[in-house]
């Protein structure tokens, strides 16, 4: 038995009390991709990023081991829940403005004290004092680094729109800022190249592009790597006990991890290993989350008709962005209808063994974004669920 058809035996026997849908996380996978993530990272402290993971028990368990330290959140509100459930060291990696969050922040020691906010724009921070409601709490503050790679000019630019800070002497002014201003403290920088850790550059039946993404990013990550350290030698000159610099990403570890400017690494998807961290030729993981849907039509030859099953994920609209069929292994999308809003029709020779009611298992696109369509993870360890645990939704929370 090859070890994907091993897999859906044990999937299928862990979950034969459980009706589909169902998400589950193969805990022995979750842990085997952790160890390498802090492999890969050199003996740095990998910052757990959160909305890859959305699930407290998950965030604990990671955050027990060896080589993990601390939670990259991605709104001010999760920020806030996730220190009063006990997390002393949550990194917000967007600005924000929740007026009423900072109210909460700037009133409360212990708030003020786990939370760092990010900022990249002298107006935050008059965002920040015209909420704080009377707080008098300082404020932890971290920068945040523009990574993209401009060519031509800048008329070429790989990279997301985030930071309006690119240059040396742009952070330092900010930080003279932050320095400057009451109720405030800046502790660190942070640096997020997604066109380098997110994306990969190994795409099946595309060589030429590969070898162009390959190019792109090794150019990226010596640009980077030499405007990231001037960066953090200017902001240490104002602000010579920063605390942390911050880089990287899943696809990114190891080489990001290599520059002696950077403190920690962020990483999060690798613990999942989505279907969108297939194609990298630095690392291989494997696949802990999926959520299986069950069969409820048999419409003909090599054809069976799943639950539901339409769980894009954000991003540029594209095949990309869908969830992948997984298990049994030789199923497809029927071209004109795709993953569905209440049916999925899947097309391929092992339809004909599938009977109603049995699961197909399938890959979600993006790492936590799947916690949004289940209020309820199964932690499989083998063939048994050891525990079922809330996601997010089913705590209850929906930061966005």
């Known amino acids: 038995m090859n070890p994907r058809a091993s897999d859906r035996a044990r999937y299928d026997r862990a979950t034969a009390h459980l009706d589909a849908p169902v998400a589950i996380v193969d805990l022995d996978a979750f ?31 990671v955050l027990a081991r060896d080589g993990f330290a601390g939670i990259m959140s991605f709104t001010l509100a999760e920020s806030l829940w996730l220190a009063r459930a006990g997390f002393g060291d949550v990194l917000l990696a967007y600005p924000s403005a929740d007026r009423a969050a900072y109210a909460e922040l700037t009133a409360d020691p212990k708030l003020a004290a786990a939370v760092t906010v ?40 790989f990279g997301a729109l985030r930071s309006p800070l690119r240059e040396p002497a742009q952070l330092a002014d900010l930080a003279r800022s932050v320095a400057r201003r009451p109720g405030f403290r800046l502790v660190g920088l942070m640096a997020y190249e997604g066109h380098i850790a997110g994306v990969g550059d190994t795409l099946v039946g595309r060589p030429l ?9 090794s150019t990226a990550r010596r640009e980077l790597a030499e405007r990231r350290a001037a960066v953090v ?20 570890v190891q080489h990001t991890a290599a520059e002696d400017a950077v403190t920690e690494i962020a990483a999060g ?62 199923l497809c999308y029927d071209a004109q209808e795709g993953p569905g809003e209440v049916q999925t029709p899947l097309l391929g020779s092992p339809a004909d063994d599938l009977l109603i009611g049995d699961k197909v298992w399938f890959r979600h696109a993006k790492a936590g974004e799947l916690c949004e369509r289940f209020d309820t993870l199964q932690l499989v360890e083998g063939d048994r669920v050891v525990a079922s645990v809330p996601t997010y939704r089913g705590e209850g929370r929906t930061f966005l």
Do not use: H
């Open 209 to 217: 592009r590969s070898r162009a993404i390959r190019l792109m990013q």
């Open 118 to 157: 990010m900022v990249d724009d002298p107006a935050q921070l008059d965002l920040i004092d015209a909420a704080r409601d009377g707080g008098r709490e300082e404020v932890r503050v971290c920068l945040e680094l523009d990574t993209s790679l401009r060519l031509l000019g800048g008329r070429i630019r």
């Open 31 to 61: 842990d085997a991709n952790a160890d390498d993530l802090v492999r890969r990272a050199g003996g740095k402290p990998i910052r757990v990023a959160s909305k890859s993971v959305r699930c407290l028990t998950l965030l604990e368990r």
């Open 233 to 252: 030698r200017a902001v240490r000159a104002v602000t010579p006990d920063l605390e942390f610099v911050n880089g990287g990403g899943t696809g990114s």
């Open 269 to 330: 998807s690798g613990l999942y290993v989505p279907r969108l961290f297939d194609n990298y030729t630095s690392f291989t993981g494997r696949p802990a989350a999926l959520f299986a849907q069950p069969v409820v039509r048999r419409p003909g030859v090599g054809v069976v008709t799943v639950l539901g099953g339409g769980y894009p994920a954000s991003g540029a609209a594209g095949c990309d962005r869908l969830p992948v069929p997984y298990l049994p292994q030789g």
